[in-house]
């Protein structure tokens, strides 16, 4: 059973990097991601949704080598491949896998421009492993909705909101340090 989890961000890069984390971790096989979408609301109000996989370009591509396959067989490959790739990236264009769309546009709605929300569609993963991760990379963010359980949506709670912390404290001893040299 997947896991959705929606984390709101102050300004849009965070998101971005949140996510990017995301995916390295995937890649040392800590958790295996379904879907992780950033959204942002441009300057004219409208919500964009930055999809971490493009479903058109995939399509297109296994198209195109389909395409090319049944191309070599009817000895036309060249057509086969054009006819592969925009059936591809029909295909690709029309299928919604992962969170739902208008789900995540009606959230972000409420967004102020510059500010973000990363949505994550986890399938599995090593949750103690992950949070440490998440605790070392030190952005912060507000949980505004998972599927979690209690207990592990408070633990991530606790992480994102410990790298708020840490950035209040370090402010706060620096003017110390300046008053000692006057």
Do not use: C
């Not at 591509?61 to 009817?74: A, E, R």
């Amino acid at each position: 059973m997947s896991n959705l989890i929606v984390v709101a961000f102050s300004d849009e890069q965070s998101a971005f990097k949140m996510r990017d984390r995301l995916v390295q971790m995937q890649g040392e096989y800590l958790l295996e991601l379904e879907d992780a979408v950033v959204a942002t609301k441009n300057d004219k109000g409208k919500v964009v949704l930055h999809q971490a996989v493009n479903l058109t370009a995939a399509g297109a591509v296994g198209g195109t080598f389909w395409g090319m396959l049944v191309g070599l067989l009817f000895l036309n490959p060249l057509v086969g491949a054009a006819v592969g790739a925009g059936t591809g990236a029909l295909t690709g264009a029309l299928s919604d896998i992962g969170i739902n769309d208008d789900f995540m546009r009606n959230m972000a709605d409420k967004l102020e421009t510059g500010k973000s929300v990363l949505f994550v569609l986890i399938r599995n993963a090593t949750g103690d492993k992950v949070l440490d991760q998440l605790r070392e990379f030190n952005i912060h963010g507000d949980v505004l909705q998972t599927s979690l359980s209690k207990d592990q949506e408070e633990k991530l709670r606790e992480v994102l909101h410990s790298a708020q912390a840490a950035a209040m404290a370090a402010p706060a001893a620096a003017p110390s340090g300046d008053a000692a040299k006057n």
